[in-house]
């Protein structure tokens, strides 16, 4: 295809709209790789604004662009897609292009992360450098700032901004899936401009000037300051004072990388201030974002490869001092691979972890959030070192991961405390929620970690060492004025100074912290040990209970001689409540019990004591119990004690369907078609005889037995009182009436023509089986009138 002929910047633009609703996705490629190519900076700088919405989609969610979210392997413009938008495609040629002519695009400020908005808006420096510099200050006020960013960090922030602007998903399709485009895309780019190996491929596009700077300002003795509640210098700053950018050539080399995460981290996680998550904690504050399953999942990526990153960092490097470390020449990307996950993620992903763990759903979605959280507090997993999984299970953690653990604390020993709360409002029997229980404490139960994070409880706890003041500190030799502290001693007090530096950071001054090992944790987890036996027992009796019903349900039920009645099922049991899964959830919770004496030194023989006297107590006479209810004006009213019973799958109510048995639901063993037919016939007949067998069925001699058996239902109205149903309705008469429903099972329709088969094999024709099946049924209603009693009492 030719490329375009030269033309206007604005003719230009109009066409590309125009070819946007005419062309396909292959061709609009085509003509873009050819533009880019071709065409100067200059006139590529108007079309950029609209190819990035055009691509990522607006900010406001109403363009929707080539919905990378959705798009997925199986599509055939994937391939498309990916190769223009690779970290070295057509798209970041593009960006590269215009960025070594200093053009700069705007980004409304409401659009930001609420807690840097909110800085904004009340005239504060953001604590990110990444906004520096960038605010433009229209006349209209405060209110309507713009952000002036560069190309690169135009297209990364709408890059990042797609994963969090509101979807609308077609029917059938979601957007949790670890292959779409956009998940695909993000594992790139942190592959490209985060190395594990090797350095950040330069820019194709330089200028002689060095006019590319660094987003962040920079000190040439301070690697990385000014990010987070490491660099209070730069907090609390008034806007109109932002300070200058240097060049810094040593910037240079990375800048790319920093700005890619720091764009991810404040677009994806810094959407919860401290301030802002406890006043999260009143329930009358609505929530200011509610991150999806698919958003907590490319957070997890991001966490995986942060620490791969990080352990990339060689092992000359890794054991350097600081002090050391100033005066060698060490690349910036190494001295970034040393801070980047403390310094860049510690606090962000703490606080959005938090916020999910009291906010998320009580279902099996949590799994993701979950996994993020283990994945961030083991780190010795993305060592690059193969392991099999028989190592894997029993391996120790090193001691060089220590200090991770020890700067790490409140990820360990809060989280925890966080999700054992939430673990006991989730109903155990479900394979799924016991299979995360599992998860923790089997990470929690690899040895040498307990006790990792019991010196770093050890060390914040330390009187002597109290801190007021994060501030970094230096060692001074006796010439520079200093004393002869012991080396143990110095790195003790460091040790001190960091943990509760972490601490104070990330749970504010005034902050009550709670023992992961101490007494009143210890009380919480037997209690949870005590829900765990309880979900073990009820899962054992629903399996039991399960494999009854299936031996009675035999073959001879295709013969009429079982029930087809769905609540002969276990009462409340889930669809995954069965076989197999039930089997699961056994294991899952008898591991997560051993996992979870393991860490807390708990005394076997008690426990095993504790579970006994649990399941002695759970006969089946208490299995049957309603849970702990009061009897209201309009019924049942559960307790607290009930619902934690409901909870933990100690009692349920047995559920039975209430309202008219024909108009249930169709099954899957019903034609619908028949189902809906015989209705409206059975109605008919009902409506004209209504009457006459109601007055039939009030007769208290041998025809009037004979018409309840055909007429009424056969269920017991007192199975009604098994569940908080208001007093109209346990009251409530059904008439008697016809039922033709049975004709449309499949199982009905499968033995009538059995028996017409059967009766044409003894050269009975159509008429004269149809004569023996009805004199049959009317026998059998007979039999069961007159020796029904007889045989229900037997």
Known sequence: MAAPTLQQPSYLLANLKADSTTKTLLQRCQ?????????????????????????????????????????????????IVMEFLNPSGPMMNLVYKLQAEEYKYEIPVNYLPGPVKACIQQGVLPD???????????????????????????????????????????PGQHGSSTDSAYFVL???????????????????????????????????????????????????????????????????????????????????LHHYSLEMYQKLQSPQVKEPFSPTEEHVLVVRLLVKHLHAFSNSL??????????????????????FKRVVVQRFVQQKLYLFLQ???????????????????????????????????????????????????????????????????RTMRTDLVNAKNALMVFRVAKVFAQPNLAEMIQKGE?????????????????????????????????????????????????????CQYKQMFGAELRAAVMKLIQIIAQARHTAKRISDHSNEVAANNSFLSWFGM????????FPGAEPEESGECLKKTHEFLDRALENLCQIFKLNQGQLTQLISNLGSSQDDGNCKQLPDCIQGDNGLILTDLGRRQIISGLRRFEIHYQGDPELQPIRSYENALLVRLFYKISSLINDRFGGHMNALCSRPDF????????????????????????????????????????????????????????????????????????????????VMTLFGDKLKTH
């Open 314 to 335: 060689k092992p000359e490097q890794l054991s350097s001092s600081p002090s050391a470390h100033s005066h060698t020449q060490t690349s910036p990307l190494e001295e």
């Open 562 to 569: 079982g029930s087809s009645d769905v609540n002969n099922t």
């Open 355 to 421: 916020h999910c763990f009291g906010h998320w759903p009580l279902d099996a979605s949590f799994r993701a959030v979950l996994e993020t959280w283990l994945s961030y507090i083991q780190p010795w997993r993305y060592t690059g070192e193969k392991t099999n999984p028989q190592q894997e299970q029993n391996r120790t953690v090193p001691d060089k991961w220590e200090s991770f653990v020890q700067e790490n604390l409140l990820m360990y020993t809060k989280l925890f405390q966080v999700f054992l709360n």
């Open 128 to 170: 990110c450098p990444l906004f520096h510099n960038k605010l433009q200050f229209p006349p209209a006020g405060l209110l309507t700032l713009n952000l002036a960013l560069n190309p690169f960090e135009f297209f990364m922030f709408n890059f990042a901004f797609c994963l969090i602007t509101p979807k609308i998903y077609p």
């Open 186 to 268: 993000v594992d790139s780019y942190l592959k490209y401009f985060l190395p594990s190996e090797g350095s950040v491929p330069p820019s194709p596009f330089s200028d002689s000037r060095g006019s590319v700077t660094a987003p962040s300002p920079r000190s040439s003795s301070v690697s990385f300051a000014g990010y987070g509640v490491h660099s209070p210098s730069l907090l609390k700053h008034h806007i109109f004072h932002q300070p200058s950018v240097n060049a810094d050539p040593a910037a240079q080399e990375i800048w790319r990388s920093e700005t890619l995460l720091q764009m991810f981290v404040e677009i994806w």
């Open 703 to 782: 025809l009037g037995r004979l018409g309840r058996h055909y007429l009424s239902e056969q269920e017991s109205t007192t199975k009604l009182k098994q569940s908080p149903m208001t007093q109209r309705t346990l009251e409530r008469n059904r008439q008697p009436r016809l039922s033709l429903r049975l004709l449309a099972s499949y199982r009905t329709i499968l033995l009538l023509l059995l028996l017409y088969v059967f009766g044409a094999l003894l050269s009975f024709g159509p008429m004269s089986s149809t004569l023996l099946i009805l004199t049959g049924g009317f026998l059998y209603g007979l």
């Open 31 to 79: 003509d873009l790789v050819k533009i880019i190519d071709e065409y100067p900076a200059k006139e590529l700088h108007l079309i950029f604004p609209w190819l990035v919405e055009s691509v990522f989609g607006s900010l406001d969610g109403i363009i929707a662009g080539w919905n990378l979210r959705l798009l997925h392997s199986r599509s055939n413009e994937y391939n």
């Open 458 to 510: 050890q060390l914040f706890l330390e009187p002597e060492h109290v801190l007021h003041h994060r501030q970094p500190r230096g060692y001074l030799t006796p010439s520079q004025g200093g004393s002869y502290l012991s080396s143990r001693q110095r790195v003790m007090t460091d040790m001190v100074f960091k943990v509760k530096s972490h601490v104070y950071a990330l749970e504010g001054q005034d």
